[in-house]
């Protein structure tokens, strides 16, 4: 193989290391702990960016760039500056020829004078009636021809941008030239239509007059953009003036263009690029509020930089239907904002793409969803937030220095398995690793199948039921992200240090369901009335009679009483004052927990009289505890419990 090296140019950094999408995860994280969907969260970052990590500008800040260049624009000038510029240029030529007649006694020289009174007022029936005239003054010939010359600049610039440069020769051959280039533009774009257009006919072309467009264009696809965005910008400079002034430059327009022999093959163009690109906003007006006045071809140029930032600020806004950061044009951003823009886009758009393709989020049915990888990486991002509220050494700190002993020892031993406790029997693992390498020599070396640990007699299990409350109200107060937050942690909890339990979910409103593990991360409060303790007990229930042989954990967090009950033909009773037979039926569920075992502590998120009395008669029925946290301490609560009752077993 043969390798070519030269300069780097452009495009992403060879040399970069892989990315690093995590920092964009736990930004996410941030967002769906405190209670948002996996969509909103991806939403909220790529607004944000990420100037901590990456320096990174998000949406946000580019479309605050977008908003003050466009004020810029806006208070650039006026858009009159080529009809000023041509009646001073007029007003000149006539006032030199008028000093030059003046000393002249000759009845010519008072005819010529007539002449030019009789000159009409706007500047295009004024230039044709002097086209013919005979000036006496050589200065006002050459004002003349300076004003000639400025239009047919800026009537062709204003079509083909820098046209100016191209036309600085006046040798009649640079006018020949452009009129060459038109006819075969236009021959190009016919047979283009006629589906006979090739690359090799576009690069010919390029090859003539690529001197003429500056902005270089690849294809012939490119070159309509650029073209059709400035022949729009074109008519809305026109349609931006006032009715007279509208009329008067139009004129010049028209009349430049028959003079330079242009008129007929820039109607042709001008149908091909309406027909190839109506979606731009050809006669919309807009409204420059500055004090210099612009040339023709600065104003189609400023007005086509305006369209440009108002299409880019509503793209950056991402406030429609079925908005995506795909939808942002990477070569509107390189106009408009310059090559830095663009880094930032596309590290904006890299972060949805290796969020994916490093296996973080999914797309289902097109809603966006966190996979089992990233729910975990999110749990145990909750779980360490809870344990960094906890004082060191008070109870529910995890870092024992007894982890191991949960029994007797019975004198045997077996291989490690993930999620012992028992204590590691470092002799029996010590010659396994021995043995392994015997023969070898050296130091012995030690791989997981080696280690060992001693049984102990046999400790108990738990099954873990946490009742959570998905009503509105929950919402409503303030307490739903806390509550979110909190059964993602102790999920991962159970999942990372206590793998033998058996952890189970509960949501439950106006019914109750069982939440699994890479839901909770994408879950949100439901928008019903209905708080069905009744309903999520009988779930628990049936949870705890499927491991008989472990002890039942039954946590519920809610902010309100029972309002809601299960009857018997599977539909849902809702009744606020809660009546007695939803009351009934709930404790009736709580007696039947007493019944298993199963202390049901509650952890309750209001300050209400009616849900004090219905959890303190839950407590006497049961004999479990209540407690009422602070929503920031919720998770904090829930799970130092659990490991208090985890440890006494």
């Given at each position: 193989m043969s390798y070519r090296y030269g300069e780097y140019r452009d495009g992403p950094d060879p040399l970069a290391p892989p990315y690093d999408v995590r920092s964009a995860l736990d930004?996410?994280?941030?967002?769906?702990?405190?209670g948002s969907n996996p969509g909103h969260a991806l939403r909220d970052l790529l607004r944000q960016g990420l100037p901590d990590a990456d320096n990174r500008r998000g949406l946000d800040e580019l479309l605050r760039e977008v908003r003050r260049r466009r004020r810029e624009l806006r208070e650039r000038g006026r858009l009159d500056g080529t009809l000023e510029r041509a009646r001073a240029l007029l007003d000149k030529a006539i006032g030199q020829e008028r000093a030059e007649l003046f000393p002249d006694p000759s009845d010519d020289a008072r005819f010529r004078e007539t002449r030019l009174d009789a000159v009409p007022d706007d500047p295009a029936g004024a230039i044709q009636d002097l086209s013919a005239y005979d000036w006496r003054s050589e200065a006002a010939r050459r004002t003349f021809e300076e004003l000639r010359d400025l239009l047919r600049r800026e009537v062709l610039d204003s079509q083909f941008q820098g046209m100016r440069q191209a036309l600085a020769d006046p040798d009649p051959a640079a006018m020949e030239r452009v009129r060459q280039m038109m006819s075969e533009l236009n021959d190009m774009l016919d047979r283009d239509a006629r589906g006979e257009h090739t690359q090799d006919d576009f690069d010919s072309f390029m090859s003539k007059y690529g001197d003429m467009f500056p902005d270089s264009p690849r294809n012939l696809e490119e070159l309509v953009d650029s073209l059709a965005r400035r022949a729009a910008a074109t008519q809305r400079l026109l349609a931006s003036l006032t009715?007279?002034?509208?009329?008067?430059?139009?004129?010049?327009?028209?009349?430049?263009?028959?003079?330079?022999?242009?008129?007929?093959?820039?109607?042709?163009?001008?149908?091909?690029?309406?027909?190839?690109?109506?979606?731009?906003?050809?006669?919309?007006?807009?409204?420059?509020?500055?004090?210099?006045?612009?040339?023709?071809?600065?104003?189609?140029?400023?007005?086509?930089?305006?369209?440009?930032?108002?299409?880019?600020?509503?793209?950056?806004?991402?406030?429609?239907?079925?908005?995506?950061?795909?939808?942002?044009?990477?070569?509107?951003?390189?106009?408009?904002?310059?090559?830095?823009?663009?880094?930032?886009?596309?590290?904006?758009?890299?972060?949805?793409?290796?969020?994916?393709?490093?296996?973080?989020?999914?797309?289902?049915?097109?809603?966006?969803?966190?996979?089992?990888?990233?729910?975990?990486?999110?749990?145990?991002?909750?779980?360490?937030?809870?344990?960094?509220?906890?004082?060191?050494?008070?109870?529910?700190?995890h870092d024992q220095t007894d982890a191991g002993a949960a029994g007797e020892l019975t004198g045997s031993t077996r291989p490690w398995r993930f999620g012992d406790e028992q204590p590691i029997d470092v002799v029996r693992t010590v010659v396994n690793g021995v043995r392994r390498g015997a023969g070898r020599g050296g130091a012995v070396t030690l791989s997981v199948d080696d280690f060992e640990v001693a049984e102990t007699e046999r400790r108990t299990a738990a099954a873990v039921c946490l009742l959570v409350d998905l009503s509105y109200s929950?919402?409503?107060?303030?307490?739903?992200?806390?509550?979110?937050?909190?059964?993602?942690?102790?999920?991962?909890?159970?999942?990372s240090k206590f793998p033998q339990d058996s952890v189970q979910i509960i949501g439950f409103s106006n019914y109750a369901r069982v939440l699994a593990p890479d839901e909770l991360a994408g879950l949100e409060w439901d928008m019903v009335q209905g708080t069905n303790l009744h309903h999520a007990l009988l779930i628990a229930g049936r949870h705890l009679d499927r491991h008989p042989d472990f002890e039942p954990v039954v946590l519920v967090v809610t902010d309100g009483e029972p309002t809601s009950h299960l009857r018997r033909n599977g539909s849902y009773a809702f009744e606020w004052p809660p009546t007695p037979e939803t009351l009934e039926l709930t404790l009736s569920e709580v007696d039947k927990m007493t019944r298993r075992r199963a202390t049901l502590n509650v952890f309750m998120l209001a300050e209400d009289e009616r849900l004090k009395e219905f959890v303190d008669e839950v407590a006497r029925r049961n004999g479990g505890r209540v407690f009422s946290p602070s929503p920031e301490r919720l998770g904090e609560y829930v799970v130092s419990d659990f490991l208090r009752a985890r440890r006494a077993r």
């Open positions: 930004r996410m994280g941030d967002s769906i702990l405190s009715p007279q002034q509208r009329e008067e430059l139009a004129n010049l327009i028209n009349q430049t263009l028959e003079q330079t022999g242009l008129a007929e093959q820039m109607r042709r163009l001008g149908d091909s690029l309406y027909a190839r690109r109506p979606d731009l906003a050809w006669h919309t007006p807009e409204r420059l509020t500055g004090d210099q006045p612009l040339g023709m071809g600065d104003a189609v140029t400023a007005l086509d930089e305006l369209a440009d930032l108002t299409q880019l600020e509503a793209a950056l806004r991402q406030d429609y239907p079925g908005a995506s950061i795909d939808d942002v044009d990477e070569a509107a951003v390189r106009r408009a904002l310059g090559r830095s823009a663009v880094d930032d886009l596309n590290a904006l758009k890299q972060i949805e793409r290796e969020l994916e393709q490093q296996g973080y989020l999914r797309r289902q049915r097109g809603r966006l969803e966190l996979t089992p990888k990233a729910v975990r990486r999110l749990g145990e991002t909750a779980l360490r937030r809870v344990f960094a509220s906890l004082d060191a050494g008070r109870r529910g700190d929950m919402a409503l107060r303030g307490t739903w992200a806390a509550a979110k937050q909190t059964a993602m942690a102790l999920q991962a909890l159970v999942s």
